[in-house]
């Protein structure tokens, strides 16, 4: 059995789903359904006994302290964090609880857990912690590509309280001997993704018909990582990883933010064209820049493929060809979320047992 904390959000839940596809052993899904954590992601596995969903918070150590002593798990991934650079300028405090603070609560929860454990368990248990690119900060045009000995350069108060969790990580190994893994990840992309991040924003609004924003001139560059290529790596991570080390995955994929635009443009034209014939790229819009904007960030991810034999499986032609997809073929989901009705289907699904952690 694993324990995934975060595990209704969009990576957690996607790998939750990849999980349960590949493997026969079973997940405690530990999620506190903030506005981004949504349970209609997982309906498919709502009754399978494989899945055991607990509604809470990794920062209430009792609860996790008694989620691990009553389900002893051989790993925890901590998938769970505040992750939008927007809502962290609005807002850091929310970032700072979760991804630090709570971040340190459960290390210690999890070190009380496996300390304890007979040697063998000891010996095998794994804690992998997933983070991000945006912790080594920014790179020009010409910086070659951020591997995992670049210094952080945290430039956002989401990417800073992320490096914070990090660090935190990295010292419970050194000090206490915990068995850590981390993993850096590039931009995901992919079905089930909150409508406030690039790709799917562009989608939802271009479909209703409202503009689609682009911060400044739209050349800031990312590396786009489809999500379930995200899955596959960490699957590999926690199955192979060199105990205390880091490893960054990647899509080997680079993209300026106005290209993304305009393919998911060129393919909602192919896909389901406007009514009135018009281009959906007409309906892009150049909006102020938002500050500390990262101008460009690049993974490499060559040490997983060396190391662990890892590649992703699609290009982003073929990945986002199947988000779009997803998309317009799932649109009750995106506006189940818009509007919040999720939440009834959470009351309805689970009543109490969402909030009692069984």
């Known amino acids: 059995m694993i324990l995934v904390t975060g595990g209704a959000g969009f990576i957690g839940a996607n790998f939750v789903l990849d999980w349960l596809a590949n493997h026969d052993e079973s997940v405690i899904n530990l999620d506190k359904l903030t506005y981004a954590g949504n349970l209609q992601t997982l309906a498919s596995v709502a009754d399978d006994p494989r899945h055991i969903f607990v509604r809470g918070d990794i920062g209430d150590s009792a609860l996790v302290d008694r989620l691990l002593a009553e389900h002893r798990p051989r790993a925890v991934l901590n998938f769970a964090a505040e992750s939008h650079v927007d809502r962290s300028i609005h807002g850091p405090e929310d970032f700072v609880q979760t991804n630090v603070l709570g971040t340190f609560r459960l290390l210690e929860s999890v070190r009380g857990y496996w300390s304890k454990l007979p040697e063998a368990d000891?010996?095998?248990?794994?804690?992998?912690?997933?983070?991000?690119?945006?912790?080594?900060?920014?790179?020009?045009?010409?910086?070659?590509a951020f591997t995992e000995t670049n210094r952080y350069e945290p430039n956002s108060p989401y990417s800073a309280s992320k490096a914070a969790s990090d660090h935190?990580?990295?010292?419970?190994?050194?000090?206490?001997?915990?068995?850590?893994?981390?993993?850096?990840?590039?931009?995901?992309?992919?079905?089930?993704?909150?409508?406030?991040?690039?790709?799917?924003?562009?989608?939802?609004?271009?479909?209703?018909g409202k503009p689609l924003p682009v911060y400044g001139d739209g050349m800031q560059v990312r590396d786009w990582l489809y999500v379930r290529d995200h899955c596959s790596a960490i699957r590999r991570v926690l199955e192979a990883g060199t105990l205390g080390e880091t490893y960054n995955v990647g899509g080997w994929n680079e993209k300026p933010n106005i290209e993304i635009v305009k393919t998911v443009c060129a393919l909602l034209d192919e896909l389901q064209p406007r009514a009135d014939g018009k281009p959906y790229a007409e309906q892009i819009s150049h909006v102020t820049d938002r500050p500390g904007h990262d101008r460009r960030y690049a993974i490499d991810a060559r040490k997983l493929e060396r190391e662990l034999g890892w590649k992703p499986a699609e290009t982003f032609d073929t990945g986002i060809r199947k988000t779009v997809q997803w998309y317009l073929a799932n649109q009750e989901w995106v506006a189940n979320v818009q509007s919040g009705?999720?939440?009834?289907?959470?009351a309805r699904q689970y009543g109490d047992r969402a909030g009692a952690g069984a």
């Open 122 to 144: 000891k010996s095998a248990f794994r804690f992998l912690h997933v983070s991000t690119d945006e912790v080594y900060g920014t790179l020009s045009a010409s910086d070659p």
């Open 168 to 208: 935190l990580v990295r010292a419970w190994h050194h000090t206490y001997g915990l068995p850590v893994l981390t993993t850096n990840c590039s931009n995901n992309y992919g079905p089930y993704h909150f409508p406030e991040k690039l790709i799917p924003l562009m989608i939802v609004n271009a479909l209703a």
């Open 341 to 346: 009705g999720y939440r009834d289907w959470v």
